[in-house]
T-cell receptor
Framework: GENVEQHPSTLSVQEGDSAVIKCTYS??????FPWYKQELGKRPQLIID?????GEKKDQRIAVTLNKTAKHFSLHITETQPEDSAVYFC??????????????FGRGTQLTVWP | NAGVTQTPKFQVLKTGQSMTLQCAQD?????MYWYRQDPGMGLRLIYY???????DKGEVPNGYNVSRLNKREFSLRLESAAPSQTSVYFC?????????????FGPGTRLTVL
């Protein structure tokens, strides 16, 4: 959605290389930033998330970094493998006067890892 | 524990026909959502239900209606389908309605309107 911008829209890397996907958001009150992975024909599944009280979070080969001042966050995948090939979505809350907020998704990045 | 389930998996409609997409969750979640996914557009929220008995519009509600039948079930109805509603529809649920709560998605329904 317009409240979350995601780049690039497509990304091709060689197996073993790193991949980085970046998102920017508009609501300075946003405090939760999940990343979803969607394999072809499957449902989106949460792979990692970060809350605004930390600047980085790692889980094995994936990590997310957050820069609240610049209002952007990034997904880093190291030592990529063919099974990492999928569409990745970032998301961020947008509150617009509501205490609950709504989650808005980026348009997705198609990651292809070549063997 | 099936999580979030959706029926049907695939559907083809003619313009003007109506249909209801069904969604159910067995995680005792309070909040449920309907999204549509179009190529290059990400996931866009159609309607959501913060809790049983409440529903609210999302980003793209025109042409749709919803019913929160009970805590488990949330249906999406197309009264008069249009080709612009050709899309993949995902239902999701979360424990609470806050945007900071993890959402769990169903397997999706691929709808084609001719």
């Amino acid at each position: 959605g317009e409240n979350v911008e995601q780049h690039p829209s497509t990304l091709s890397v060689q197996e073993g290389d790193s991949a980085v996907i970046k998102c920017t958001y508009s609501d300075s009150a946003s405090n939760y930033f999940p990343w979803y992975k969607q394999e072809l024909g499957k449902r989106p599944q949460l792979i990692i998330d970060i809350r605004s009280n930390v600047g980085e979070k790692k889980d094995q080969r994936i990590a997310v970094t957050l820069n609240k001042t610049a209002k952007h966050f990034s997904l880093h995948i190291t030592e990529t493998q063919p099974e990492d090939s999928a569409v990745y979505f970032c998301a961020a809350p947008f509150h617009r006067g509501s205490t609950l907020g709504r989650l808005y998704f980026g348009r997705g990045t198609q990651l292809t890892v070549w063997p | 524990n099936a999580g979030v389930t959706q029926t049907p998996k695939f559907q083809v409609l003619k313009t003007g026909q109506s249909m209801t997409l069904q969604c159910a969750q067995d995680m005792n979640h309070n909040s449920m959502y309907w999204y549509r996914q179009d190529p290059g557009m990400g996931l866009r929220l159609i309607y959501y239900s913060a809790s049983e008995g409440t529903t609210d519009k999302g980003e793209v509600p025109n042409g749709y209606n919803v019913s929160r039948l009970n805590k488990r079930e949330f249906s999406l109805r197309l009264e008069s389908a249009a080709p612009s509603q050709t899309s993949v529809y995902f239902c999701a649920s979360s424990q609470t309605p806050t945007a900071t709560d993890t959402q769990y998605f169903g397997p999706g329904t691929r709808l084609t309107v001719l």
